[in-house]
């Protein structure tokens, strides 16, 4: 009895630790699926180490770096904007207070 119990449990983690490798691949722009069925016929453990050593996919990576490429050209343009609001000299006055002062 016992040790069927412990059989159920080891069954039970072994499927909710093939479903995190699972969704894991999938983030890595893998099949979910595929890994999933070869977590459950393979240890758990030894299909998360075999999905570490392959990695991401291409597409994934183009994806990411044009993500980040995207932020870097929104990050640059705000800091442009930025640099324009600055002050022009060293006492703070920005080019619109010294306009509005000579009025």
């Not at 479903?19 to 453990?45: E, N």
């Not at 343009?77 to 080019?95: C, D, H, R, W």
Request: net charge neutral; aromatic share 14%; no cysteine.
């Amino acid at each position: 009895m016992l040790d069927d119990l412990v059989f159920i449990y080891l069954g039970i983690i072994s499927f909710f630790l093939s479903f995190i490798i699972a969704i894991i691949a999938s983030d890595k722009g893998r099949s979910g699926f595929l890994w999933f069925i070869i977590s459950v016929f393979l240890s758990p453990l030894f299909t998360m180490l075999l999905l570490l050593l392959v990695g991401e996919t291409r597409e994934k990576r183009k994806e990411i770096i044009f993500e980040e490429e995207e932020f870097r050209m929104e990050y640059s343009s705000i800091n442009k904007k930025q640099e324009v609001i600055k002050p022009l000299n060293p006492n703070g006055k920005t080019l619109n207070d010294l306009y509005s002062n000579s009025k």
